[in-house]
T-cell receptor, first 114, second 115 residues
Framework: GQQLNQSPQSMFIQEGEDVSMNCTSS?????WLWYKQEPGEGPVLLIA?????ELTSNGRLTAQFGITRKDSFLNISASIPSDVGIYFC??????????????FGGGTRLMVKP | DAMVIQNPRYQVTQFGKPVTLSCSQT?????MYWYQQKSSQAPKLLFH???????NEADTPDNFQSRRPNTSFCFLDIRSPGLGDAAMYLC??????????????FGDGTRLSIL
């Protein structure tokens, strides 16, 4: 089946630093999603990417859908302590009668030192 | 403003004692999902409902079952919980119009502990 390789697995950075994480896949996706999950909470959608090459921003977050449709990256600029959490990339397969199935990356655990 | 609501947030049950987790949504989405998430891992899909049609993942144990009595509600039943079933259980919803991929929206989960 499809697998997403997400890196790095964890990052420990100083407040104010920029952060970059990425996901690669052995096969293509039509949609890439980035979620953030804080302890004891469910994943929250940060950014959705629908077209190859698309670059989308949400505040200090920027994500791109790779031109080959097999990769995506997420950047966080000027990190702050509340950015702490686990960030998951996820690929969506084309719509089908069975609904939209997500394939998750393994997650990037971000820790920010004030 | 919670749109996918899971109850309870924390559930403790005894080994082998049936337990039911609930999920409701105000989004009027036609697809609902149940995931199991263990510590430091990505969510793992157990099954989903496309409208009233139930779809089970091949590796979901028979111990797990689900009911969707209407569009807004979905339940996860664990018939005989074992210690390995202790996890966070996440409910998610999406709108599948067949024209474009729509992201899934997650609830805050129910953390299940087994004594």
């Amino acid at each position: 089946g499809q697998q997403l390789n997400q890196s790095p697995q964890s990052m420990f950075i100083q407040e104010g630093e920029d952060v970059s994480m990425n996901c690669t896949s052995s096969s293509i996706f039509n949609t890439w999603l980035w979620y953030k999950q804080e302890p004891g909470e469910g994943p929250v959608l940060l950014i959705a990417l629908y077209k190859a090459g698309e670059l989308t921003s949400n505040g200090r977050l920027t994500a791109q859908f790779g031109i080959t449709r097999k990769d995506s990256f997420l950047n966080i600029s000027a990190s702050i302590p509340s950015d702490v959490g686990i960030y998951f990339c996820a690929g969506l397969n084309p719509p089908s009668e069975a609904g939209n199935m997500l394939t998750f990356g393994g997650g990037t655990r971000l820790m920010v030192k004030p | 403003d919670a749109m996918v609501i899971q109850n309870p947030r924390y559930q403790v049950t005894q080994f082998g004692k049936p337990v039911t987790l609930s999920c409701s949504q105000t989004l009027n989405h036609n697809v609902m999902y149940w995931y199991q998430q263990k510590s430091s891992q990505a969510p793992k899909l157990l099954f989903h409902y496309y409208d009233k049609d139930f779809n089970n993942e091949a590796d979901t144990p028979d111990n797990f079952q689900s009911r969707r009595p209407n569009t807004s509600f979905c339940f996860l039943d664990i018939r005989s919980p074992g210690l390995g079933d202790a996890a966070m259980y996440l409910c998610a919803t999406s709108r599948d119009s067949g024209r474009r991929n729509q992201p899934q929206h997650f609830g805050d989960g129910t953390r299940l502990s087994i004594l």
